[in-house]
């Protein structure tokens, strides 16, 4: 798996996306006091496909796409600009070869979160991608 996220990391540096959320990506978790935009992405599940000559793994990557905004223009635009970096998009894999890359679930909502200041209130875009590599 850490060469899947080496690859996914590895492809933001000049997009549209990172220009958007000023390089802010994180794996698992933000760190404390984070200026909002950004996006964190983690593994939710991981599984092989075990066959007879060949092995593949089958991951769910959850992108999280966080704005401070007061409307939801921002987020629709991270959101788009991830789309645009990672719909079924080849990407190099060390020592393995993604098969595909392809968007499952988006869920937008507005949370409130908790910053030094108080609460804030924050749009919250969930974009759920089923990855399979050949290893």
């Known amino acids: 798996m850490l060469n ?6 590895g492809k933001l540096p000049g997009s549209a996306l990172a220009s958007h959320i000023a390089n802010r990506m994180f794996k698992g978790r933000a760190p404390e006091g984070a200026e909002y935009p950004y996006v964190v992405y983690l593994i939710v599940s991981n599984s092989p496909i075990l066959t007879f000559n060949t092995n593949y793994e089958d991951t769910i990557i959850q ?6 905004a007061s409307g939801s223009t921002e987020v629709e635009g991270m959101y788009t600009d991830l789309k645009t970096l990672y719909d079924e998009k080849a990407m190099s894999i060390d020592s393995e070869t993604l098969i595909w890359m392809v968007r499952e679930n988006a869920t937008l909502m507005v949370e409130d979160h908790t910053v030094k200041n108080g609460t804030v209130q924050v749009w919250h875009y969930a974009v759920d991608y089923r990855v399979i590599i050949k290893v």
């Open 63 to 68: 992108f999280s796409l966080f704005s401070s």
């Open 4 to 9: 899947l996220s080496k690859a996914i990391y």
